[in-house]
């Protein structure tokens, strides 16, 4: 097997400038949340109908990639793939950025994010939500372990078991995330199973491509090489994982077509007038599915590294798409009090009811991005993350085996 | 005769009202089980649908004006502990006008999702948020099958003493909680009754002997959503 080696970035003007500009988007996040606080989330365009906005559609877009980050370490590691070696430490690094940046937004997003405290010693085992808590806090714990069995001396032989135990845990965070909604018998948009498989499929969807950019970026910035064949398999891979996406959302809405209580609420989302039904088709499907796996599968040489860094930028796009229509969509939709019934009230029973995203939540949510971007690029510049090359000749381009597992 | 201890126990109840409504489950515990000789009590609502004319909001008003909540101008963030809902079969177009409010479930999903703990059933069935403990996650409201509940989205001014609220926590219809448990009834109960509707019965739905578990098992009642299994405390009749 070859020998990676890692280096550190250097501190050099354009890095400077780059953390200066994340800086100040942080700095607007926090602004923005102190304001939400003082005023209250009147200010936000958040009511007693879409009680979770923008800010949640950022943090669970980011939560969901950092599970869907460290995929590529568990190849490494769990799955015995030489070639994802050299990247396996970035996928961890990133992986605990993305979390952080999201744990941020949803926390600042709290009515009452003072009482932080009183959400780590009170529990109620009962909730979802609360599990979250736990698995979010152990993940940090769990892949800092396995960073370090991978980074420190003498610690190789843990490798594989730290591994394994951070890809156990992340399946079980995302299942978690995704189980938050599955959980709302309330909700009909949520109310089903395929929720969890689902998430999961995003999540790796997701965390690849977010790690495919980051990565070339990285590597463009500190003028070190990322190989075009490295670029390819990972955009074969990407494709799978946008295709298991797509899979799980056809199976996702037809499940809840078939189902009678449902149709109300998928007819709305998937056939309506509405915005979203607009933000699904073209922005999730269309621009988040299949343009991307077109673009990976074009098997053209040249176009190719375009190609893919195009498909992932839609990935993201779109998978930013698909997380605002599950938690806004699914929001707007009025609770079937008296099915078969119409109803009215003073308090929008019975109404389609509307959203418009505040500026102070989306620069709570662009915070939370550029917090995480912060943490990742203050650890490559710190500690030896990043290999000085990821030129083809630099990693173990084996060819692949056909079959077994990728995820 | 009321005993010292009695008589400790009511006024300690009152004072954690008056202080937040924080911990009053021991208390209701010991209560609801020495009231009844060792039965529990659990606290729900008659409403009869017939008797609650279209355009009447008596019991919104009452409550809105016993617990403080009401119309600041922001109708979409404004907080709403009980409202009346029309609903209209789409075949007949025959109209039936009710207040909905807290369903005080027996399987509350509320309290099953709140990662905290704010979220509580007392021993006698009503259910409440503790506001020094809700950190405004909002879960409570996806969960909520009734949208009972509201999120304060604004600083308050004159707060009721026996009802606190608090910008960024939850809150719902508390079942007039202050007054049940000094023996009074909630205040749209008896507002209803004094505009002359009687529409509310307030009483132990576990009491056999209670006017309104009499009422209950002799006309033939709903419960809102009964199908996902919460168990509502509330029940309507003639819906
Ligand atoms: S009606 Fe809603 S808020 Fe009230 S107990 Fe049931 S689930 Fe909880
Ligand atoms: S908003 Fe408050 S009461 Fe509701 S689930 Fe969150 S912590 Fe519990």
């Known amino acids: ?407 | 005769m009321t005993t010292r201890r009695q008589f400790l126990r009511n006024t300690g109840a009152f004072t954690a009202t008056l202080t937040g409504g924080a911990t009053l489950i021991a208390f209701a515990e010991t209560q609801a089980k020495s009231d009844t000789g060792g039965r529990k009590t659990r606290w729900g609502l008659l409403i009869d649908v017939a008797r609650c004319p279209d355009g009447c909001s008596t019991c919104v008003s009452a409550c809105s004006e016993e617990n403080g909540w009401g119309d600041t101008g922001n109708r979409l963030t404004d907080a709403q502990w009980i409202r009346k809902v029309m609903v209209t079969d789409p075949q007949s177009k025959l109209s039936r006008s009710l207040p909905v409010m807290c369903q005080h479930c027996a399987e509350p999903p509320c309290v099953d999702v709140c990662p905290t703990g704010a979220s509580f059933k007392r021993a006698d069935g009503i259910v409440l948020v503790d506001k020094h403990i809700c950190i405004g996650c909002r879960y409570c409201m996806m969960a909520c099958p009734y949208k009972a509940r509201s999120f304060i989205h604004e600083p308050l001014q004159d707060q009721k003493s026996h009802a606190p609220r608090g910008k960024g926590t939850v809150e719902s219809c508390t079942l007039c909680v202050h007054r049940v448990d000094l023996g009074r009834l909630p205040a749209c109960v008896e507002a209803c009754a004094a505009a002359g509707h009687d529409a509310m019965l307030f009483g132990d739905i576990n009491d056999p002997e209670s006017e309104i578990s009499k009422r209950i098992a002799q006309h033939p009642v709903r419960k809102i959503r009964a199908d996902l299994g919460t168990d509502p405390g509330v029940s309507y009749e003639n819906l």
Request: charged content about 10%; aromatic content about 12%.
């Open chain 1, 1 to 407: 097997m070859k020998r990676t080696v890692y280096r550190e970035l250097n501190l050099s003007p354009g890095l400077l400038l780059i953390l200066g500009l994340l800086g100040l988007v942080v700095a607007a996040g926090l602004g923005a949340a102190w304001y939400m606080e003082y005023y209250g989330h009147v200010v936000t365009g958040m009511n007693n109908q879409i009680v979770w906005g923008l800010p949640h559609v950022f943090a669970i877009f980011l939560i969901v990639a950092a599970s869907g980050v460290l995929n590529v370490a568990s190849l490494a590691s769990v799955f015995n793939r030489a070639l994802y070696k050299p990247m396996a430490r970035l996928s961890g690094l990133l992986a605990i950025s993305l979390l952080a940046g999201g744990l941020a937004v949803l926390v600042l997003d709290l009515g009452r994010p003072d009482r932080l405290i009183v959400a780590m010693t009170h529990f109620n085992f009962k909730s979802i939500f609360a599990w979250n808590i736990f698995l979010y806090t152990g993940f940090f714990v769990i892949v800092a372990a396995y960073l370090f069995t991978q980074m420190g001396r003498g610690f190789g032989r843990f490798v594989r078991p730290a591994g394994w135990v951070a890809f156990v845990w992340r399946l079980a965070l995302t299942t978690g995330t995704g189980s938050i909604f599955g959980w709302l018998v309330a909700r009909e948009a949520y109310d089903a199973a395929i929720m969890a498989p689902l998430f999961i499929a995003m999540s790796l969807s997701f965390g690849l491509a977010v790690f495919i950019l980051f990565t070339l970026r990285s590597c463009a910035l500190s003028g070190r090489e990322f190989g075009q064949d490295l670029l390819l398999r990972l955009g074969r891979l990407l494709g799978l994982f946008i295709a298991a996406v797509l899979y799980f959302t056809a199976v996702q809405h037809l499940t809840a077509l078939y189902a009678s209580e449902h149709r109300g609420v998928e007819g709305f989302l998937l056939f309506g007038d509405s915005i979203y039904t607009t933000m699904f088709w073209t922005g999730q499907v269309l621009i988040g599915g299949v343009v991307p796996l077109v673009l990976v599968t074009l098997p053209t040489h040249g176009v190719s590294r375009v190609a893919i860094k195009l498909a992932s930028t839609l990935v993201i796009v779109g998978g930013f798409v698909q997380v605002y229509v599950i938690v806004i969509g699914g929001q707007v939709y009025p609770l079937a009090l008296f099915p078969g019934m119409e109803v009215s009230s003073s308090f929008q029973d019975g109404v389609i009811a509307g959203y418009q995203p505040s500026l102070p939540e989306f620069l709570l949510g662009m915070g939370g991005v550029a917090l995480a971007l912060a943490i990742a690029v203050i650890g490559m510049k710190t500690l030896r993350f990043l290999p000085e090359s990821l030129g083809d000749e630099a990693v173990d381009l084996q060819p692949e085996p056909r079959t077994g597992a990728v995820t």
